[in-house]
């Protein structure tokens, strides 16, 4: 897929979300408590994409 291009169809799926987390404990809570907590959603999928990012001064 690429950069920009809409998701896979799938029946009810119209939102994409990216997050950046530290933890997995914050994503955790961000799944549950934030996109949870919206009005309308009943199921999310998710797909992680695990990297390292590094920091040189």
Known sequence: MRC???P???A???LAVLVL???TGDLYSYLSE?????TG??????T???GRVTYAP
Do not use: D, H, K, M
């Open 41 to 46: 959603v009943q199921s999310a999928e998710t």
């Open 4 to 6: 920009g291009s809409p």
């Open 34 to 38: 934030r996109l949870g907590g919206l």
């Open 48 to 50: 992680l994409a695990l």
């Open 8 to 10: 896979p169809s799938r």
């Open 12 to 14: 009810g799926a119209n």
């Open 21 to 23: 987390c530290r933890f």
